[in-house]
């Protein structure tokens, strides 16, 4: 298992494109989760968290906490989009590998707006 963690590390490296692409999903997602752990404060306010028309009450709302789990959300996507870039660069080619890279970028940087409109709307008017 090393010695294939190892080997796709340097089939990474090799490509420059792809380790400034990953490099860049890394950026973003530290860039995220200081965000999110600098503008999330506990308060006794709850959020909208979803909307569904089928509900009694149809606005569900969670605690404070619930921002976090955009934090978690960005590590695992971009721990797996690099990881999946890799695979499939070794696999089958440069092409599809960065095209998933740059959804992986796409995806973080898609939970950053989201997370920045919520965060928004919750954070009481000063």
């Known amino acids: ?5 190892t080997t796709a590390f340097k089939e ?3 490509n420059r494109y792809l380790t400034t692409l990953a490099v860049v ?3 973003l997602m530290v860039g995220f989760v200081v965000y999110i752990l600098l503008s999330v404060q506990p308060s006794e306010l ?6 569904t028309a ?11 906490f619930y921002l976090w ?4 959300f960005a590590i ?9 870039a890799i695979k499939l660069y070794i696999t089958k080619g440069h092409p599809l590998a960065l095209m998933i890279a740059w959804f992986g970028i796409g995806i973080i940087l898609f939970a950053w707006v989201m997370s920045f409109s919520i965060i928004n709307v ?4 000063s």
């Open 46 to 51: 709850q959020l909208v968290t979803h909307y």
């Open 54 to 64: 089928f509900g009694v009450t149809q606005l569900y709302r969670d605690q404070w």
């Open 12 to 14: 990474l490296i090799t």
């Open 76 to 84: 695992l996507a971009a721990a797996l989009h690099i990881a999946l």
């Open 122 to 125: 919750w954070s009481p008017v």
């Open 1 to 5: 298992m090393l010695t294939y963690i």
């Open 25 to 27: 999903t890394v950026v």
């Open 69 to 72: 789990s955009f934090g978690l």
